[in-house]
Nanobody, 117 residues
Framework: QVQLVESGGGLVQPGGSLRLSCAAS????????MNWYRQAPGKQRELVAS???????SNTDSVKGRFTISRDNAKNTVYLQMNSLKPEDTAVYYC???????????WGRGTQVTVSA
């Protein structure tokens, strides 16, 4: 069964940290770029961070220096370490696996991250 399962969300105070995990199953993990997206209430889903099989990463500007994406290819798992969290980071965070040839996307169900005092 092809699926992505996220975990690690929750409620945290401003300035705190969380680590999200996403476990993939049913796919050949090395063929996929792994991404974290987020969607805040009333806003469009946005790409937060990406990591290729070889470990090349990219982050959106708003999280640079605070969030780190990584993957463990042996465990078919991708992580998002989030530090110095801000209230504006509050959103549902989605794991995505993207393949270019052929184009194919898989989505997790999302995990809620709430940053509030």
């Amino acid at each position: 069964q092809v699926q992505l399962v996220e975990s690690g969300g929750g409620l945290v105070q401003p300035g705190g940290s969380l680590r999200l995990s996403c476990a993939a199953s049913g796919i050949t993990f090395k063929f996929y770029v792994m991404n974290w997206y987020r969607q805040a209430p009333g806003k469009q889903r946005e790409l937060v961070a990406s990591v290729t099989y070889s470990g090349t990463t990219s982050n959106t500007d708003s999280v640079k220096g605070r969030f780190t994406i990584s993957r463990d290819n042996a465990k078919n798992t991708v992580y998002l370490q989030m530090n110095s969290l801000k209230p504006e980071d509050t959103a549902v965070y989605y794991c995505n696996a993207h393949r270019n040839s052929p184009i194919y996307d898989i989505w997790g169900r999302g995990t809620q991250v709430t940053v509030s005092a």
